[in-house]
């Protein structure tokens, strides 16, 4: 569900852009659980924080037409601190996936339970028009993701929620919950991604910040 400052509302769109979490190019770095419960807390001020940044044009074979999104870091919105994580969307073709993921050793090979806080600004409206709306998305695994597959969706994204709000723009909550068997490692992998699905022929920025990661 997502939860705005002024108001909140349950989740129940479906959509086109997702949102997810993890570090350009780079080996994801495990953060240690240590004895569970445990919770992380990430506000983006120095870098990704160990979290690796990918899209589908730079993981595996790109299953969309060329795009120029990418996932940096920024000083131009944030919700904690002075950074936050900028999501920049290309939607000349209707499609794309951007994400932040991560490993957490949990110490354990039982299953976890995962629940996932992240807040997003965007300025985009209900309803998008004939082009639809994008979409914020989650991701959780044994492993992380190395090739992205689109059949109906990408494959082990869950959609959250669009990202058009009737309160326009502003931060808004989104919230995923899951039960997740780790590796044999006692491994697992989080990600927080966007999906363009949405048709628009210029840029748009998602910002990302104060994302909760809570392990039970």
Request: proline share 5%; with cysteine; net charge negative.
């Amino acid at each position: 569900m997502k939860l705005s400052q002024r108001a909140r509302s349950a989740l129940n769109r479906v959509g086109a852009l997702v949102l997810a979490v993890a570090a350009f190019g780079l080996a994801p770095v495990s953060a240690n659980a240590g004895t569970l419960p445990a919770q992380f807390e990430y506000s983006y001020e120095t870098g990704f924080e160990g979290w690796t940044a990918k899209t589908d044009q730079n993981t595996g074979v790109p299953e969309c037409e060329p795009h120029v999104s990418s996932v940096g870091r920024s000083t131009a919105k944030a919700k904690d601190g002075v950074h936050s994580v900028d999501f920049v969307t290309d939607g000349t073709h209707d499609c794309g996936l951007l994400w932040l993921e991560r490993e957490f050793a949990v110490g354990t090979t039982a299953p976890v339970r995962l629940d996932l806080s992240m807040w997003l600004w965007t300025a985009d409206l209900p309803g998008g028009g004939a082009g639809g709306l994008n979409k914020v998305a989650a991701y959780s695994g044994p492993t992380c993701v190395d090739d992205p597959v689109q059949e109906n969706g990408w494959v082990g994204f869950t959609e959250l929620g669009d990202t058009g709000h009737d309160e326009a723009a502003g931060w808004y909550e989104y919230r995923y919950q899951a039960t997740v068997t780790p590796n044999a490692d006692g491994n697992i992998c989080v990600g927080q991604a966007f999906k363009i699905a949405s048709t628009y022929p210029f840029i748009k920025h998602y910002y990302l910040d104060q994302t909760t990661v809570t392990l039970s």
